[in-house]
């Protein structure tokens, strides 16, 4: 599995403790102010392409990221506080980014949530008329 995972300054403490050897790291590197729409693009742009199967958003809130996320067509980014959030973001909604708000959890949590993430399929079925709505 092929994860990229970026944040812009505010989340960029949350992500260093989530990256691991397995997450390709798009940035930031550092907390000196960034924009985070620049790297919501990077890694949609590496999703779309088929570089990476999935991608990890990190900001204050996780709201701007998932809203620079969404813009992409074919990019379905969840914003998710809890485990079952990401549980039906992969389950019923086929995320393909996983949004966290750095601000907004802890990183016992924040590891909880992207295990789920990473872990859950899609179930397909009647869900996926629906993302083919979304998608058309």
């Given at each position: 599995m092929r994860i990229s995972i970026a944040s812009d300054h505010a989340g960029f403490d949350?992500?260093?403790a989530l990256a691991s050897a397995s997450f390709l790291d798009?940035?930031?590197f550092s907390t000196e102010t960034s924009d985070y729409p620049d790297y919501a693009r990077i890694v949609c742009h590496k999703l779309l392409n088929g570089d990476i199967d999935f991608g990890i958003l990190?900001?204050?809130t996780g709201i701007g990221m998932s809203m620079a996320a969404n813009r992409f067509k074919g990019i379905r980014a969840?914003?998710?506080h809890t485990s079952q959030d990401a549980l039906y973001a992969r389950a019923h909604n086929n995320a393909n980014i996983l949004?966290?708000?750095a601000r907004t959890q802890d990183v016992e949590t924040a590891k909880?949530?992207?295990n789920v993430f990473l872990e859950t399929?899609?179930?397909g079925g009647r869900h996926q008329r629906?993302?083919?709505k979304m998608d058309s």
């Amino acid at each position: 599995m092929r994860i990229s995972i970026a944040s812009d300054h505010a989340g960029f403490d949350l992500k260093s403790a989530l990256a691991s050897a397995s997450f390709l790291d798009e940035g930031v590197f550092s907390t000196e102010t960034s924009d985070y729409p620049d790297y919501a693009r990077i890694v949609c742009h590496k999703l779309l392409n088929g570089d990476i199967d999935f991608g990890i958003l990190i900001c204050g809130t996780g709201i701007g990221m998932s809203m620079a996320a969404n813009r992409f067509k074919g990019i379905r980014a969840a914003l998710c506080h809890t485990s079952q959030d990401a549980l039906y973001a992969r389950a019923h909604n086929n995320a393909n980014i996983l949004c966290l708000g750095a601000r907004t959890q802890d990183v016992e949590t924040a590891k909880e949530i992207v295990n789920v993430f990473l872990e859950t399929p899609f179930e397909g079925g009647r869900h996926q008329r629906r993302i083919d709505k979304m998608d058309s």
